[in-house]
C-alpha cells in the first residue's frame, strides 16, 4: 500500500464521540486527527492548553479543547461534564496523557516515582471512573489506554516508568473483567515508539550515549520505531466497532520489539 493510501485510511466513527487525553501533540494528536477524518466528535484534553487550542483548531468541525490534568479527579468530573453537555455521549476514551522519567532504581526519589504512577496509572483509572457512569447507561463504550514496550518487557533506567505501564495493563485486564456484563471494553495499545519530544528532557543526558547503543531497535523483526500513525490506528481500531469481541487485550504496535531479538547473520544459513 502506498504512503498516500495509508494516510487516507481511516476507522469510522461517524456520529461517535471520542475523549483523548494528552493530544496538545505526539501520538494524542494524531488519534484524533485520524479519528476526525472518520468522522468521530472529540474532546482534547492536556496540560499544554495553547497547543491543545491549536490542535483543535487546526482539525476543526466538531473537536473541542478542555484543559485537563488527568491525576486530579475534580478536573475529570469536570472534562467529563463538557463532553456530556454537548454531545449527550461518550463513545470511546482514549488515555494517552503520560509523563516519562529516565532514570535507574537508585536515581530515581519516591516522589519522583509517585508522580509518574499519578500520571501514568492513576491517571487512566481516574478516566475510567469518570467516563463509567455514561458508558453505564449507554450500554456500551470503549476504552483504550496506551501503554508501552516497556510495559511488556522489562527495561534498564526507566523503572518508574515501566512500573507505571506494567500497572496500567493490570488496570486494562481487571477492568475489562468487571466491566464487560456492562457493554464496556478496555483493552490496551503498547507502542515501542511515539512522539521524540517526550525525550526532550534528557537531551543532554542522552547525547552522551554511544551510536552503538542508539541503535538498539535495530534488531526488532521490523526495524525501528513503530510510526505515530500506525500507533494511533490500533488505538483506533480498538476504540472502533471493528474491536467489538476484544477486551482485556495489548496490542503491541512494536515491529515485534516484544516477540523477539533479530540476530544479524543468522538469516544467512
Ligand atoms: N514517545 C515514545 O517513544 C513512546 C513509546 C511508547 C509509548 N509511548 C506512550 O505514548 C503516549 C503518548 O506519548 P507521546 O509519544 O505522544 O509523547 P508526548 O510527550 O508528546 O505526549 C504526552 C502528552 O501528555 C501530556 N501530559 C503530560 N502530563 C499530563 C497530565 N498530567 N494531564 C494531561 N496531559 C498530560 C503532555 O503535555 C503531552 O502532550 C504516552 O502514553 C506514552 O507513554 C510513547
Redesign the pocket.
Given at each position: 500500500m502506498s504512503e498516500a493510501a495509508r494516510s487516507d485510511f481511516h476507522f469510522e466513527f461517524e456520529d461517535r464521540v471520542l475523549l483523548v487525553?494528552?493530544?496538545?501533540?505526539?501520538?494524542?494528536?494524531?488519534i484524533a486527527e485520524r479519528a476526525a477524518a472518520g468522522g468521530a466528535r472529540l474532546l482534547l484534553?492536556?496540560?499544554?492548553d495553547a497547543?491543545?487550542e491549536a490542535v483543535a483548531k487546526k482539525i476543526g468541525g466538531a473537536v473541542r479543547y478542555l484543559h485537563?490534568?488527568?491525576?486530579q479527579e475534580e478536573e475529570w468530573t469536570r472534562w467529563v461534564e463538557a463532553a456530556l453537555s454537548e454531545w449527550g455521549r461518550i463513545d470511546a476514551l482514549v488515555?494517552?496523557?503520560?509523563?516519562?522519567h529516565i532514570g535507574t532504581l537508585e536515581n530515581t526519589p519516591a516522589e519522583v516515582a509517585l508522580q509518574v504512577l499519578?500520571?501514568?496509572t492513576l491517571?487512566p483509572y481516574l478516566g475510567i471512573r469518570a467516563v463509567l457512569p455514561a458508558m453505564k447507561r449507554q450500554g456500551e463504550g470503549a476504552i483504550v489506554n496506551?501503554?508501552?514496550?516497556?510495559g511488556m518487557t522489562g527495561m534498564n533506567g526507566v523503572s518508574a516508568?515501566a512500573t507505571s505501564?506494567w500497572g496500567l495493563r493490570g488496570l486494562t485486564k481487571s477492568a475489562a473483567m468487571e466491566l464487560g456484563r456492562h457493554g464496556i471494553r478496555v483493552n490496551c495499545v503498547?507502542?515501542?515508539?511515539?512522539?521524540?519530544?517526550?525525550?526532550e528532557p534528557w537531551a543532554e543526558t542522552l547525547s552522551g550515549i554511544s551510536e552503538e547503543t542508539r541503535a538498539y531497535t535495530d534488531n526488532r523483526a521490523i526495524p525501528g520505531?513503530a510510526p505515530?500513525e500506525a500507533?494511533a490506528d490500533g488505538a483506533l481500531f480498538l476504540a472502533s466497532d471493528a474491536s467489538r469481541q476484544c477486551t482485556g487485550i495489548d496490542l503491541p504496535v512494536d515491529g515485534g520489539a516484544s516477540v523477539g531479538h533479530f540476530i544479524p547473520g543468522f538469516n544467512d544459513f
Open positions: 487525553t494528552g493530544a496538545a501533540r505526539g501520538l494524542g494528536a494524531c484534553g492536556d496540560i499544554r497547543q491543545g485537563l490534568d488527568v491525576a488515555n494517552n496523557a503520560a509523563i516519562l499519578r500520571v501514568n491517571g496506551i501503554a508501552s514496550i516497556d516508568y505501564k503498547c507502542p515501542a515508539g511515539g512522539n521524540p519530544e517526550m525525550y520505531n505515530m500507533i
